[in-house]
């Protein structure tokens, strides 16, 4: 059945790539595999990465991330933040064009107005949409039932907010609050997901789902590079096939500019032992990386439940503290991560952020320590101590057997139950796992956005505290940092909150992730950044098939 399957794939991907090449002859065409597939192109749905770095290329939001996590004008060109944080006056170009579409007069675009971002914004809280990004706007003042984004003329947008909140500008960059028109959703309705209408750098052509994209440069982008119009590339082309090796065979043949991440089925053969590009490889493609804002964790439901008898021994603090000294993340990263990221012993706060500190070192490796803290606990040797269950999926068996072992060794029963991803996630928002893996992946570059999984008020399934940890000084000190615009300010109250709640340790950080891209010798211009979107804007390579 393997095989079969390996076979299906690899045909549907030959034939996706002989049907693109008659299309990219005399273009300069940028190729890459999106394996989880792409669900909608509309961004008040750009949750997953596979959306967001298809809709990252047809959208503009206001104001976009640079390279070192700075919030830069886009639509915006500039804006103003009155003194008590809550007032946000945007001063909009007026050179910029939708992407030109049968939903318009004549089918060409028209300029981007104030009118426009107030829509836009205001679909993403509509309980009719059903936007997963409608927290984003949690902290806007709402009056009768409308929340308060105002044109005040065609160039000029308006927020007010509630009360202060620092990180608001970088909440802004996320695809969620991209600028969208109304005759588009109009004229397209639900289909809107599969024929979308932005100002990005590149227009929507074609998209046969489980095949192929096609996205082609937008003629009237108003970016430029060193006075050059960007962007640079014709066209991007977009596979959809779900086996990894089959794509990384297609990347090795190079009818792929583009790889991201590292499959365990051939990480061994791209990477030596310490991270490094494989030396078979070298000449034949590139290999770039960099931090990336995703922290790794396990997790523990510590809230103790209502009228429980039986002894929980996850709720036990000098428990969780054991564990969290057991393992060795070092070892854990070098041999099965082939030293790709950072060992957890830092906090929840990622290498990268804002915010991190790496003189904070909470847990290392400490089999003494976490045998003694077993001890004081009542299960010396471990005991008469419960088996504890370990809720995961397959992606992670490796990293939980590791922790498994370790454990083990100080008297520690870890049992290892295996979840599909979706029925992992459900439980985990329904509390109803224990002990859980689960990752955070920044969505704006401020540390609130880690440290709010904390919050007392967030608790799952309304918020994303998880592991409802509860803590009456750490709730008080994050509202007081939401309240302080200076950012040193902020970040000792952020210090105090970490060190509180690591403590209290309802959670073990395993690592901090990195990028990983793979890339064509043809192409130049690919970064990577910390919040791992796939910027294309300024990208160049050679004709994917040149004209004779």
């Known amino acids: 059945m393997n095989k079969y399957w390996w076979f299906l794939f690899s045909l549907i991907f030959l034939i996706s790539c002989k049907q693109l090449k008659e299309t990219e002859k005399g273009k300069t065409v940028f190729r890459y595999n999106e394996a989880a597939n792409i669900t909608s192109l509309d961004p008040a749905y750009a949750r997953d990465q596979a959306n967001i770095w298809a809709t990252h ?165 108003f970016e430029t590079d060193n006075g050059k119009h960007l962007p640079y590339l014709d066209a991007v082309a977009i596979t959809f096939v779900a086996d990894k090796q089959a794509a990384f065979l297609e990347f090795l043949k190079g009818r792929l500019d583009f790889m991201s991440g590292i499959d365990p089925g051939y990480k061994d053969e791209l990477l030596t032992r310490d991270g490094r590009l494989n030396p078979k490889f070298k000449g034949k493609f590139q290999l770039i990386t960099q931090p990336y804002l995703n922290t790794e964790y396990l997790g523990f439901l510590i809230e103790k439940k209502h009228g429980a008898t039986k002894f929980d021994p996850v709720s036990e603090k000098k428990i969780r503290q054991a564990i969290n000294y057991a393992f060795d993340r070092h070892k ?73 072992h370790q454990v083990g060794e100080i008297g520690i029963d870890l049992k290892i139950d295996v979840s599909p991803p979706a029925a992992l996630k459900e439980m985990k928002a329904q509390a109803k796992l224990a002990f859980f893996r689960g990752s955070w992946i920044a969505d704006y570059p401020d540390a609130e956005n880690y440290l709010s999984l904390f919050y007392g008020k967030n608790f799952s399934p309304q918020g994303p505290n998880y592991t409802h940890y509860f803590c009456d000084q750490y709730d008080k000190l994050y509202e007081k940092s939401m309240f302080c615009v200076a950012d040193s300010l902020r970040y000792q109250y952020y210090r105090q909150m970490e060190k509180l709640m690591m403590d209290e340790s309802p959670v073990i950080v395993l690592y901090y992730d990195q990028v990983l891209r793979f890339i064509g010798n043809d192409v130049e211009g690919l970064g990577c950044d910390w919040m791992n979107i796939l910027t294309l804007k300024k990208v160049k390579k050679e004709l994917s098939f040149p004209t004779k």
């Open 332 to 404: 854990m990263i070098r041999f099965l991560r082939n030293n790709i990221g950072t060992p957890g012993i830092y906090g929840m706060i990622p290498k990268g952020m804002p915010g991190f500190d790496s003189s904070a070192v909470y847990y290392d490796y400490n089999p003494e320590k976490a045998k003694q803290l077993l001890a004081a606990a009542g299960f010396s040797d471990g005991k008469g101590l419960p088996a504890i269950t370990l809720s995961t999926t397959s992606d992670y068996l490796d990293i939980c057997k590791y922790i498994q």
């Open 57 to 221: 290329q047809i959208f503009n939001g206001l104001v976009q991330l640079g390279d070192m996590l700075e919030v830069l004008p886009c639509i915006a060109r500039s804006w103003d933040i009155s003194p008590d944080g809550c007032k946000y006056t945007f001063h909009l170009r007026k050179d910029i064009l939708f992407h030109d579409s049968p939903a318009f007069p004549q089918g060409k675009g028209r300029k981007v107005i104030a009118n426009d971002v107030v829509y836009s914004f205001s679909r993403i809280p509509d309980p009719k949409i059903a936007s997963p990004g409608a927290w984003i706007f949690n902290y806007v003042d709402e009056k009768s039932g409308k929340y308060s984004f105002e044109a005040l003329d065609d160039s000029t947008f308006f927020i007010r907010l509630k009360q202060p909140f620092p990180p608001f500008l970088g909440l802004l960059t996320t695809m969620y609050c991209s600028v969208v028109p109304v005759e588009a959703i109009n004229f397209y309705k639900q289909d809107f997901r599969k024929n979308p209408v932005g100002t990005g750098p590149f227009c929507f052509k074609m998209w046969k789902e489980g095949i192929k994209m096609v996205l082609i440069r937008n003629p009237h982008y």
